[in-house]
């Protein structure tokens, strides 16, 4: 199926976690994790909040209250609570003001149609964000290219095309996917994992880009290409033409974060298969207050969600490899050992982390309290 750059409507090479909490990322998931556990000392480091979630893809901590943002239901529940704060379809992250008077959170429906950020403050009207709309009217990422971008053959295009339902090489596409919301003084910023892109939303609702994430490349190997043969459920040997490819996959920004200082930081997953396949290439990037992108981290397999600690310290989600990671004074180590770690927050002492449900077993998802 052919199309055309301004009104792409068939499947790419990005990830698939980000489209609901069900079949087939459980499947994706329960293939490389085991049944639900933490590592866990004494109950004072250690402590499930709640046990009734499905897809608990951003958390947010305010004034003492944890709240999830179940991508599964569509709600933002406070825990502890039965009746959400907010339900829209897809809703899929959510973030508060420090004083707690203002949250906002993205949706987005199935189609990607509709969906943006919606802006409640106590005392006043709900005030919309409509990302859906800003990407129809300016697609920030069309300044990216993705697909082969390197030793290409027509082989290699055959394959690579097919796989996407599109041309092998493409320019960004329209699609907006709000994910994660993170509150600045500035404003609200929202990544978008089908824009590719992290966009401001001000207090009025109008939108502006931030940052436009860069594309992942990946120079093939024949590792590689006989493990996405058996990925895609392709015969031994039909892939071998993909070796010497170089193909720049979708950055899929996950979560954004501020620091204290008005850093942002942001991961992406970054798009194709997320099993090993193709190893982890999982980042986190950190853009400072004039704009500067650097690498802070890299090599994460399942970058789903971040927090930054007011001291600086980086905690990132590794969901298929069962753990989140902790980045502190150049040192990477393990700060959690749980499986399906879906998002993670701090807030003083302690860092939470969302586990999505097993749905192949039917164990539930959690969210859960660690000493850190």
Not at 86 to 94: D, S, T
């Amino acid at each position: 199926m052919q199309h055309s750059t301004g009104s792409r409507t068939q499947p790419r090479t990005r990830s698939r976690l980000l489209a609901t909490a069900a079949c087939g990322l459980a499947v994706a998931v329960t293939a490389v994790m085991g049944a639900p556990q933490a590592s866990a000392g004494s109950a004072n480091w250690h402590k499930v909040l709640s046990d009734f979630q499905l897809g608990p893809f951003n958390l947010a901590v305010n004034q003492q209250n944890v709240y999830v943002a179940d991508g599964a239901f569509g709600t933002l529940t406070k825990v502890g609570s039965n009746t959400p704060l907010a339900q829209a379809p897809g809703l899929a992250g959510a973030d508060f003001s420090p004083d707690g008077k203002s949250y906002a959170y993205a949706w987005s429906n199935d189609e990607h149609t509709e969906g943006g950020l919606t802006i409640h403050s106590r005392g006043a009207s709900d005030v919309f964000g409509d990302l859906v709309g800003y990407e129809a009217a300016h697609n920030p990422d069309s300044v990216n290219t993705y697909g082969i971008v390197a030793g290409g053959n027509p082989c290699a295009e055959q394959i690579l095309g097919g796989l996407t339902g599109g041309e092998a090489t493409y320019t960004g596409a329209l699609d907006s996917h709000p994910y994660s919301v993170a509150w600045s003084a500035s404003g609200w910023y929202v990544a978008d994992a089908g824009m590719n892109t992290v966009m401001k939303v001000d207090k009025a609702g109008n939108v502006s880009t931030a940052a436009v994430l860069p594309p992942q490349p990946v120079t093939l190997t024949a590792e590689m290409a006989a493990g996405l043969a058996a990925e895609f459920g392709a015969p031994p040997g039909a892939f071998d033409c993909l070796a010497g490819v170089t193909y720049a996959f979708e950055p899929v920004p996950t979560d954004v974060e501020f620091d204290q200082a008005g850093n942002m930081f942001v991961s992406v997953l970054p798009g194709g298969p997320e099993s090993p396949v193709l190893g982890a290439r999982g980042k986190v990037y950190r853009y400072d207050t004039s704009g500067h992108r650097s690498t802070v981290a890299s090599g994460l397999l399942g970058a789903t969600n971040i927090a930054v600690a007011p001291e600086g310290t980086l905690y990132a989600t590794e969901l298929f490899a069962g753990k989140v990671t902790k980045f502190a004074n150049g040192t990477r180590s393990t700060a959690v050992s749980l499986d399906r770690p879906l998002a993670v927050e701090v807030h003083g002492a302690y860092l939470y982390v969302g586990q999505l449900a097993d749905f192949e077993t039917g164990g539930p998802g959690s969210v859960q309290r660690f000493k850190r």
